[in-house]
């Protein structure tokens, strides 16, 4: 049978961090490819404890069906925990609980956006963003960055031009906090403009903020949401880079109506998001124990982003540049010559190191020279390692197309 699938299929596409990971778990390959944490963050033992008293205690009600926004007192103790953490004050009912924040990502461009509007994003953005938005068949409207971030005063003329064709944006979404993939944080100035051209244009923003606890160096900034008064922003968090991202738990803070529009969503997504994961949260906030794990992960990841840093000094300074993030997981690297990273690939997976190529995320296959490299999955030696092999992928790049290049003449 030729099974005739919807419109909609023909703008999805594969992820290629999806597609690397067959190769990530070869001992042979270096992978900066996928998002992942480092397991030794894992908090194991507690997890454990945890689950052993769930069990005992409140099994009847974990490994059950559960209420489609969330553990009531998960979302009560993420009520604190945003308050205490990002200055976010909102209620319980302005909280619903996710199976992960791409399950989150999905659902805001699914009641937001009908398929041709378009949303504001940056670029290059999340690669999971790109996915969960052209399945909803969006326009991406993507605006370039620079070492402050999204550049809000092209943020703002873009609106207008748009709005001038009667194509009012749905929604802009950034990662303020060293954002996925370029490591870059977003300003206080650009924050605070952003919100204002939101407020003029009556456009809301989602502030996607998977990785605010990670930090390493600089100082803390304000998030969106929380200089927000007029609810305005759409916040999005997550447990995956705090606790486990195994567990699959995220969550979104807003209005009311944009939690119960995601609510009736969820009902014919999942039901409910795991049971069992929103006791293990809800007892890890709880326990305080996030704030005695987050500070052990800052500590070995400060020194991974350290050892890849010194190790692109040395071995990749002749061949491209790269950002220098304060925190989070990614580097953004982009190279000298005319070389499509999409195209070395390949050659890279040979030579025994993987990353993931610029067009990945993006709407328009742009920044086809940079590639998003992850420090927090690889050991010291196997960074150390990758950058070497890599910077060797380039310079036999660069040959190969200098070689094509006279033979031509």
Known sequence: MNFKLSEIVGHMKPSEIRELLKYATSNDIVSFGGGMPDPSTFPKKEIREIIDDVIEKNSDQALQYGNTAGLDTLRAELKKFVSRK??????????????????????????????????????????????????????????????????????????????????????????????????????????????EISENHEIPIVEDNPYGELRYSGSKIPSIKSLDRNGNVIYMGSFSKIMSPGLRLGYIVSSEEVTNT???LKQALDLSTNTLS????????????????????????????????????????????????????????????????SKMLMSAVRKGVIYVSGPAFTADNSHTRSMRLNFTFPENEKLIEGIKRLSEVVKAEEAKISNQAENKI
């Open 278 to 341: 929103q006791f293990i949260a809800y007892e890890y906030l709880k326990r305080n124990i996030i704030d005695r794990q987050v500070p052990k992960s800052i500590e070995i990841y400060r020194n991974k982003r350290d050892v890849m840093l010194a190790s692109l000094e040395k071995y990749f300074s002749d061949v491209g540049t790269w950002t220098k993030p304060e925190g989070g997981m990614f580097v953004w690297a982009t190279v000298k010559g005319d070389i499509n990273t």
């Open 262 to 264: 995601v609510n009736l």
């Open 86 to 195: 990002e200055g976010i004050e909102t209620d319980d009912d302005k909280i619903i609980v996710t199976a992960g924040s791409q399950q989150a990502l999905y659902a805001i461009g699914r009641i937001f956006t009908d398929p041709g509007d378009p949303i504001i994003t940056e670029s290059p953005t999340y690669v999971g963003a790109v996915s969960a938005f052209n399945a909803n068949a969006a326009d991406m409207i993507q605006i370039r960055m620079d070492e402050n971030g999204i550049v809000t005063d092209e943020v703002e003329r873009r609106i207008t031009d748009l709005e001038g064709k009667g194509r009012k944006p749905k929604f802009i979404y950034v990662i303020p906090n060293f954002q996925n993939p370029t490591g870059v944080t977003l300003s206080l100035d650009r924050r605070k403009h952003l919100l």
